[in-house]
T-cell receptor
Framework: LAKTTQPISMDSYEGQEVNITCSHN???????ITWYQQFPSQGPRFIIQ???TKVTNEVASLFIPADRKSSTLSLPRVSLSDTAVYYC????????????FGSGTRLSIRP | EAEVAQSPRYKITEKSQAVAFWCDPI?????LYWYRQILGQGPELLVQ????????DSQLPKDRFSAERLKGVDSTLKIQPAELGDSAMYLC??????????????FGPGTRLTVL
């Protein structure tokens, strides 16, 4: 099982770019990297997913180095509404036992 | 936008009582998941269904928890008897399962259970 390690918390200010790094040293060949966002009292929400190099969508970018042992979620120009917990998952989803949410990174955005 | 529905949103019960949670996934989603999330922690997967079949329930405490998805659509998670340590948010998620490796899960709002 590929376990992930993320910072427990991060602080930033509105308008800044925020980068959250996730370490997954034991990632397997078939594993994808997925990031979810969770607001208090809500279920997690899919942000972005990738396998290698760089993936970008309208919300974020995901950078994955060649060795795939880590990944970085990049949130451009954050706002107060980006205050949430961000989870990094690694797995192939073919078995429930491979889906592991860690404790996540609590991101706080200040005015 | 289609959403995963869950009910009730909140449930308060006394220990040793039975509780049940209901989930209606997004239409057409073959895969359904139940998670438990303790305050301050990430979601913990309890069970995964593919249509009406259980794919993996190895992390479900089967002495008191049960889950079913009889017609491969909506699902019920039951706890009997409830214990104080079961107080948590219970989340349901669904996915299309078109490409296993990239399966994106869509989560419902959850049911917050408090056991007194």
């Amino acid at each position: 099982l590929a376990k992930t390690t993320q910072p427990i918390s991060m602080d930033s200010y509105e308008g800044q770019e925020v980068n959250i790094t996730c370490s997954h040293n034991n990632i397997a060949t078939n594993d994808y990297i997925t990031w979810y966002q969770q607001f208090p009292s809500q279920g997690p929400r899919f942000i972005i997913q990738g396998y290698k190099t760089k993936v970008t969508n309208e919300v974020a970018s995901l950078f994955i180095p060649a060795d795939r042992k880590s990944s970085t979620l990049s949130l451009p120009r954050v706002s107060l509404s980006d205050t949430a917990v961000y989870y990094c998952l690694v797995g192939d989803y073919s078995s429930a036992s491979k889906i592991i949410f860690g404790s996540g990174t609590r991101l706080s955005i200040r005015p | 936008e289609a959403e995963v529905a869950q009910s009730p949103r909140y449930k308060i019960t006394e220990k040793s009582q039975a509780v049940a949670f209901w989930c209606d996934p997004i239409s057409g989603h073959a895969t359904l998941y139940w998670y438990r999330q303790i305050l301050g922690q990430g979601p913990e997967l309890l069970v995964q269904f593919q249509d009406e079949s259980v794919v993996d329930d190895s992390q479900l405490p089967k002495d008191r928890f049960s889950a079913e998805r009889l017609k491969g659509v909506d699902s019920t998670l039951k706890i009997q008897p409830a214990e104080l340590g079961d107080s948590a948010m219970y989340l349901c998620a669904s996915s299309l399962w078109q490409e296993i490796d990239t399966d994106t899960q869509y989560f419902g709002p959850g049911t917050r259970l408090t056991v007194l």
